[in-house]
């Protein structure tokens, strides 16, 4: 006791902005559940397991702690297993994974000689007391920035229920027994509220649900509301309202009264039918995606180092699907375990290690390949929760830091440029460079003189040529016979679907394949042509990552998902798409810019893109503001940017001719990609300042660019970035898939396949088993390694 009066200096009462760790290591991923209990420092409010806590004391002197270790309670084995009715985590009503009990006990210890002193106590010092009550009745920050949680929208009441129009046509829907006017669907049934008609619901992504007959009519119609028939009960408020333009479920205030018009009682209907929410809570528990997760098989697991499974925080499916793949290249293996112990990551981090990349990045590969957390104590594995590496990998991303879906790829060039800003002192240990390549696009001018531009990379994405599937025939004669029988009413099985087969290879010779650039400005002839672009590489990385662009968008910019199997074979051979430079005989275009490159500070905008805004509705002057400010790029662009600033303060002023300022930083990181500074500034005004879309502009807009590209010929010294580029040959095996399930990269569900140990093993969140029937046709994100000879 005397030891701790001693030290009181040391001991501060927490306030409320000061963030609180007492649910898990800064270092590791020990918990208070784990065997050594967990070690809170009660002067800077970060915990540690009782292997690191002394790492602390000899960094900081701080020397009182906090320990806090949680046993299980003994319950009955016949605990019933709640059924949850709130599509939540955590949350009384949400999944009860039926995990036991804990109870807590506390105690004072001090370092270095872990003397222990029983809390609650009377006799430890006043301070102590009030400072070791502040922390327990805090909100930890672990949970407090990553709330494992997610719930439904409350329904809103329909501005279409106030005064809907029903028409008098004398229809009195029966109690039971009803089917879609327009097919034989007997379930998934819509009550159109304003004339009586009983439809089918949408069709689902995989081919099940209804014939969208529903949403057809209201096209047809514009009725707007509808109501689900066998989820109208007594309780009107839970009975499943849709209103179509809306396109969301709400509520409808007057719905008894609308259901009498059809002569329907409610108080005497029985549910039968799973509101849109209920499904929904129903696939979230079931995650009955069949073919990508192996459903129907029995599960093997595995345990040990590198089989360590990840938490889902809440949507996070997106992060452990990457990070198992990344964990399992040598280049992070090497960076972030092998060559870093948790000790010397700690060493160099400041003084919150919970803000820094290089100490979570070190901790999550210990966490995954030290095995310490992948034991068959239970028939299941637990995983780890990645919730401080999201925090410090999302900070600044409001996408990454919020609890929505995410799309993998976006992630994962996300994390590379995280990673490769925190190695910039240490280029030589930065283990996204193993991922990088270089790019150089040739442009043939009608004048016969070619440019060459090079840039970098780290994808290869990949366009699907259906046309080049290898099972037409049967294609042809599935979709013949869909239309002439209405095959879509019998397909009860996913399996029965005839998909498009679509080679690995001709993905690869469409990227490689030449392209028509229309209106191009040609330096030599001084005015616009037409330009052959070809695309090859100069130099081909440790790992390849092939993006396959599954998710296309059709007439009215309404996004769908091809349905499309692609045959990847074990090995590739790209040694073909190596660039072979400034070939004899060829001619360089002379430097050059384009006049209207010259006239870009008068801002003109697109009357097309204008005349479309104005006709939604927008006005005249936000419309040529919007259009300016995309530079013209297209009308999604320029209504993104109206819709993002409505409420400026300069809205209804003038349009001035005075360039837009970009963030600085922003052009310096497209500047280190290779782009010239003004192409950089164009394309960030053109995307609103970021700097991924801003990437995807200047490649999708050649002609744009290509006039300010600082133009370097392969024969030429290559920037030094490009020279210390990794190199070998062309021969590659595939060793991880990234799959994707759901209708947008936004939502449905990712998992793994990773080649472990001369088997193939799935990751799917925190399980992790062997891999019997691995989705190789499937992928949206493909990984090889490199063979070299």
């Not at 059924?83 to 009990?101: C, H, M, Q, S, Y």
């Not at 090995?571 to 004899?584: A, E, F, T, Y």
């Not at 300069?650 to 005075?658: F, G, K, L, V, Y």
Request: hydrophobic share 35%; aromatic share 8%.
């Amino acid at each position: 006791m005397e030891l701790l009066r001693s030290n009181l200096s040391r001991v501060q009462i927490p306030e409320p902005t000061h963030r609180i760790y007492k649910h898990e290591c800064c270092l590791s991923f020990d918990t208070p559940r784990s065997e050594g209990g967990l070690f809170v420092d009660m002067n800077s409010f970060l915990a540690f397991g009782r292997d690191y806590v002394a790492w602390n004391y000899e960094k900081t002197r701080n020397p009182v702690y906090l320990h806090i270790k949680e046993s299980p309670k003994s319950v009955p084995e016949d605990r019933p297993l709640k059924k949850p009715t709130l599509l939540a985590i955590g949350v009384d009503g949400g999944f009860d994974n039926n995990e036991p009990e804990y109870e807590e006990s506390y105690s004072i210890v001090l370092l270095p000689d872990f003397v222990s002193l029983p809390f609650p106590s009377v006799e430890l010092p006043e301070k102590v007391r009030i400072a070791v009550d502040t922390v327990l009745s805090a909100v930890g920050a672990e949970k407090r920035e990553q709330v494992a949680a997610w719930t439904a929208e409350d329904r809103k009441v329909s501005e279409y229920a106030l005064n809907l129009q029903q028409i008098k046509s004398g229809v009195v829907i029966p109690p039971s027994g009803w089917k879609c006017a327009k097919c034989e669907k007997t379930e998934n049934l819509w009550l159109n509220l304003t004339d009586g008609m009983i439809l089918c619901g949408r069709k689902n992504w995989d081919g099940t649900g209804g014939n969208n007959h529903a949403v057809e009519h209201y096209k047809e119609t514009a009725y707007p509301l509808a109501v689900k028939l066998g989820t109208i009960t007594a309780d009107l408020e839970a009975a499943d309202v849709y209103s179509y333009p809306e396109d969301d479920s709400v509520l409808d205030p007057h719905l008894a009264q609308h259901l009498a018009h059809f002569g329907i009682d409610f108080s005497t209907l029985q549910k039968t039918e799973m509101t849109t929410a209920e499904r929904e809570l129903d696939q979230n528990t079931n995650f009955d995606w069949n073919r990508i997760q192996e459903s129907g098989k029995e599960l093997v697991p595995v345990f040990g180092p590198g089989y360590t499974g990840l938490v889902n925080l809440g949507n996070s499916c997106y992060l452990a699907a990457t990070m198992q793949i990344l964990f399992s290249t040598h280049s992070f293996i090497s960076r972030y375990f092998s060559h870093q112990s948790l000790k010397s990551a700690f060493e160099i981090a400041p003084a919150d290690p919970t803000l820094d990349l290089n100490m979570q990045l070190t901790k999550l590969g210990h966490g995954l390949l030290s095995g310490k957390y992948s034991i068959p104590v239970t028939e299941r594995q637990e995983g780890i929760l990645p919730r401080m590496f999201k925090s410090v990998v999302a900070a600044g991303h409001a996408e990454f830091s919020s609890m929505r879906q995410q799309d993998a790829l976006d992630f994962f060039l996300h994390l590379l440029d995280k990673v490769e800003r925190g190695n910039n002192m240490r280029p030589d240990l930065d283990p996204s460079r193993s991922f990088k390549f270089g790019v150089e696009e040739k442009i043939l001018c009608s004048s016969g003189k070619v440019s060459y531009n090079k840039r970098d990379d780290c994808i290869l994405s990949l366009n699907i040529p259906l046309q080049e599937a290898t099972n037409k025939d049967e294609l042809e004669a599935f979709n013949n016979q869909k239309a002439d029988k209405g095959l879509e009413d019998n397909i009860r099985s996913t399996d029965e679907i005839v998909r498009p087969r679509v080679p690995l290879e001709a993905c690869l010779a469409t990227f490689s394949s030449s392209e028509q650039i229309h209106d191009y400005y040609s330096t030599a002839l001084k005015g616009k042509t037409t330009a052959i672009k070809t695309t090859s590489l100069t130099s081909f990385p440790d790992y390849l990552v092939l993006h396959m662009r599954k998710f296309v968008m059709e007439a009215g910019w309404v996004p769908k998902k091809l349905d499309v199997y692609i045959d990847v074979p074990d090995v590739i051979d790209i040694s073909h798409m190596r660039s072979k430079g400034l070939q004899p005989g060829e001619e360089l275009l002379p430097d050059g810019v384009p006049e209207e490159a010259m006239e870009s500070a008068q801002p003109v905008a697109n009357e097309e893109i204008v005349a479309q805004l104005v006709s939604m509705g927008f006005n005249q002057l936000h419309c040529q503001k919007a259009a300016i400010n995309t530079s013209n790029t297209g009308v999604e662009e320029a209504m993104t940017w109206l819709l993002s600033h409505m409420d400026d303060p300069d809205i209804d002023a003038p349009i001035s001719h005075q360039t837009s300022d970009v963030d600085q930083s922003s052009v310096d990181t497209l500047i280190s990609f290779g782009f010239a500074e003004e192409v950089a500034r164009k394309a960030l005004k053109a995307s609103g300042g970021d700097i991924e879309k801003a990437t995807d502009w200047i490649f999708n807009n050649p002609n744009a660019s290509l006039a300010d590209m600082d133009v370097s010929t392969s024969n030429s010294a290559q920037a030094p970035a490009q020279s210390e580029l990794p190199d070998g040959g062309g021969r590659y095996k595939l060793f991880g898939i990234v799959s994707h399930m759901g209708t947008s990269t936004h939502c449905g569900h990712y998992v793994s396949h990773i080649m472990k140990e001369g088997r193939w093993v799935i990751f799917n969140d925190s399980k992790v088993g062997i891999s019997t029937n691995p989705p190789k046709d499937m992928g949206y994100l493909y990984f090889f390694q490199r063979l070299d000879n």
